[in-house]
């Protein structure tokens, strides 16, 4: 399982793939506890392009989004896991409530983003000003880490 990527160590990892001729894709999330849904939303978002970032929320971020009892496991350890997925090629964490900073650095030529947020990518305006295209990406019914944290739950009370 490979290391967390620094921003500065991903951006220039992002200059050598331009010049490359690379397509990046881009998607982040909480990532919390992987299952199925994930794996497929990656392996999709991989078909857009030739190298897959994924930015997860640090742990205060999913903190924040999730509540108190969330992440169920570190940032470290879930980069650790998404990196190791073949449709990954590299993994970074942001601390703030949107990725659009790393966005604005890094500049994805696709976004993606599972269906569920289509109402709202955030980003999306950076990368299409820049001429990168955007695409929600269906997921798949039957996946989610809340109802799969509350299932453990029930079944452990």
Same mark, same amino acid.
């Given at each position: 399982?490979?290391?967390?990527?620094?921003?500065?160590?991903?951006?220039?990892?992002?200059?050598?793939?331009?010049?490359?001729?690379?397509?990046?894709?881009?998607?982040?999330?909480?990532?919390?506890?992987?299952?199925?849904?994930?794996?497929?939303?990656?392996?999709?978002?991989?078909?857009? &392009?030739?190298?897959?970032?994924?930015? $997860?929320? +640090?742990? /205060?971020? =999913?903190?924040?989004?999730? !509540?108190?009892?969330? %992440? @169920?496991?570190?940032?470290?350890?879930?980069?650790?896991?998404?990196?190791?997925?073949?449709?990954?090629?590299?993994?970074?964490?942001?601390?703030?409530?949107?990725?659009?900073?790393?966005?604005?650095?890094?500049?994805?030529?696709?976004?993606?983003? &599972?269906?569920?947020?289509?109402?709202? $990518?955030? +980003?999306? /305006?950076? =990368?299409?000003?820049?001429? !990168?295209?955007?695409? %929600? @990406?269906?997921?798949?019914?039957?996946?989610?880490?809340?109802?799969?944290?509350?299932?453990?739950?029930?079944?452990?009370?």
């Amino acid at each position: 399982m490979g290391p967390l990527l620094k921003r500065s160590d991903l951006i220039e990892k992002r200059r050598a793939w331009r010049e490359e001729g690379r397509t990046v894709v881009f998607t982040n999330g909480c990532f919390d506890l992987l299952h199925p849904g994930h794996v497929r939303l990656f392996e999709t978002a991989r078909e857009h &392009g030739d190298v897959l970032v994924v930015a $997860i929320n +640090g742990d /205060e971020s =999913v903190r924040r989004l999730k !509540g108190d009892a969330r %992440p @169920i496991l570190p940032a470290e350890e879930r980069g650790a896991i998404l990196g190791s997925l073949e449709a990954v090629d590299a993994v970074t964490v942001f601390d703030e409530e949107t990725p659009c900073e790393l966005l604005e650095k890094l500049l994805p030529d696709v976004l993606v983003k &599972g269906s569920d947020w289509s109402h709202w $990518i955030a +980003g999306r /305006e950076i =990368v299409e000003e820049s001429g !990168g295209r955007v695409f %929600p @990406i269906p997921i798949e019914p039957g996946y989610s880490t809340t109802d799969l944290v509350q299932a453990i739950l029930d079944r452990n009370p």
